[in-house]
């Protein structure tokens, strides 16, 4: 296990791949039983908590959505004692209210994914995680309330909502307006195409997980108006990268020191795979995550 350690992790979507005032850096790159992470993980100090930040698609932007090495992420943030994940997501909307600029914490997911490994158990052990609420109720609600004190105050150009449906997309192609008016006609609020399959996996690993998701655009169902593109999605991001950073320092400043919530023991029961038959190789490669459970029986 690397010596470095945080309790907070934070993965940067598009435009965040860096937060200014972590002191103490240490550059850790660790290997994991499912390859390297995307990119070098810098941890250090965040107002005196200790975190651990992972730009998702690579410092230099080099990650495909559907490439990100979501496995390997999650588990080295585990390796380093990460409890909390505070992700972004750049997201389109899809409705009035959800303007470009503003933020949402999302409370479900709708899962379009099509080729992205969602799971840690496979090879000879299987475990069933409860699922129905994807996100952290904890640590969302502390994402909201840092997100409206560091300034996306309700009736600004840069409010945050809380609660939603946010649509994890397969990409890297943004939709049709096909698929943007059914998404749309399903009531969902925001689509994208990251937090999964990271949300399963850091359920899996038992750690709490929320997401910022930074509205960018309307996607493509509005009639008469152009189709997104990522000028106009980059554009966005520049203005409210910076609200989403001061959010993040807040809500870090709040985390608790004592987990309460159904995260941390999300595996509880979860194995239906009778320990003395789970493979050995499997049993290691797991330790990290199960160990706790299997380990002498």
Not at 104 to 133: E, K, M, Y
Not at 212 to 223: K, L, N, P, V
Not at 224 to 248: D, F, P, Q, Y
């Amino acid at each position: 296990m690397p010596t470095a350690q945080a309790r907070i992790g934070v993965i940067g979507g598009t435009g965040l791949y860096n937060i200014e005032g972590i002191t103490g850096v240490t550059e850790v790159y660790p290997d994991t039983p499912f390859g390297k992470p995307s990119d070098a993980i810098l941890v250090g100090k965040l107002g005196g908590a200790g975190i651990a930040f992972l730009a998702r698609h690579g410092r230099k932007h080099t990650i495909s959505p559907a490439e990100v090495p979501s496995r390997a992420n999650i588990y080295a943030l585990k390796s380093l004692g990460v409890e909390f994940i505070i992700s972004s997501n750049s997201c389109g909307s899809f409705k009035e209210e959800l303007k470009p600029g503003h933020l949402l914490i999302p409370d479900q997911i709708i899962d379009r994914t099509r080729n992205r490994t969602s799971t840690f158990f496979s090879g000879g052990i299987v475990a069933h995680i409860q699922f129905a609420d994807p996100f952290c109720s904890t640590l969302s609600h502390i994402v909201f309330k840092a997100a409206k004190a560091a300034g996306a105050a309700a009736a600004s150009s840069a409010a945050v909502h809380q609660g939603g449906t946010f649509i994890a997309m397969e990409g890297p192609a943004f939709s049709t307006r096909a698929e943007s008016r059914l998404y749309k006609s399903w009531g969902a609020d925001v689509l994208g195409m990251t937090v999964l399959p990271e949300a399963k996996l850091a359920r899996e690993a038992e750690i709490c997980y929320a997401s910022i998701a930074c509205i960018t655009d309307y996607d493509s169902w509005r009639e008469g108006e152009e189709a997104v593109s990522v000028e106009v999605i980059l554009t966005i991001m520049r203005n409210n990268i910076n609200l989403a950073k001061e959010t993040i320092k807040a809500a870090v400043a709040k985390v608790p020191s004592k987990r309460t919530c159904n995260c941390a023991n999300a595996l509880a029961g979860a194995i239906t795979t009778d320990f003395k038959a789970i493979p050995e190789q499997k049993k290691e490669e797991l330790d990290l995550l199960i160990g706790k459970y299997v380990k002498g029986k």
